[in-house]
Structure formats: C-alpha cells, structure tokens
C-alpha cells in the first residue's frame, strides 16, 4: 500500500524558517510530479509549489523567492524548504504525489500543521 508520510510542521516567529518532508513508501513504478498544497481554516486547499520527474518547478506567486522544493528521486522524497515565514502561511500543508503503483493516480499526505505566530 502507498502511502505519502510529512513530517516538519510546527510552531514558527515570523521571519522564521521550516522544512517540511514528503516520503513515498510501497512498491512505486514511477512518479510524474510531487507537490505541496496548504489550506488555512476557512479557506480552500491551494498549491504551493510543485516539481516534475525531470525537476521542473512550479510556484504560486506568494511564495516565490521564499519557499524552495526539491526531491532526491530515487528514495521518492520532496522537501519543501520555507524562509521569511508569515503570518498569512498558516495552514496544514499536505504533500501530494502523482505516481504510478498497482494504479496510476494521485495520492495525498495526513497533512502537517505549520503555525507562523510570535
């Protein structure tokens, strides 16, 4: 069974740092895109950042310049590198992934709560 595990959420000041991680786990074939989303309370889920097989990436504008994702391939791992943290970045973030196992569909984390506040 594949399942998508985060970790690195947690309490943060503004103008702090945190990294989040996704790992993939289970027999997986290949994977096309890993990508981070975030939903703040009331709000609805959006994507933050995103990144390709190949390691084309793709941002959403308020986090551009802040956030860095990347991947180590072979373990099928991302990791969402986040500075200069805000208030407004409050949200449970949730790692999903693209990937092709006994399916080829999308598969999403439990989500980990990331709380910007002094």
């Known amino acids: 069974q594949v399942q998508l595990v985060e970790s690195g959420g947690g309490l943060v000041q503004p103008g702090g740092s945190l990294r989040l991680s996704c790992a993939a786990s289970?027999?997986?074939?290949?994977?096309?895109?890993m990508a981070w989303y975030r939903q703040a309370p009331g709000k609805q889920r959006e994507l933050v950042a995103s990144i390709t097989s190949t390691g084309s990436t793709n941002y959403t504008d308020y986090v551009k310049g802040r956030f860095t994702i990347s991947r180590v391939g072979a373990k099928n791992t991302v990791y969402l590198q986040m500075n200069s943290l805000q208030p407004e970045d409050t949200a449970v973030y949730y790692c999903?992934?693209?990937?092709?196992?006994?399916?080829?569909?999308?598969?999403w984390g439990q989500g980990t709560q990331v709380t910007v506040s002094s």
């Open positions: 999903n992934a693209f990937l092709a196992t006994t399916a080829v569909r999308d598969y």
């Open positions: 289970g027999t997986i074939f290949s994977m096309t895109y």
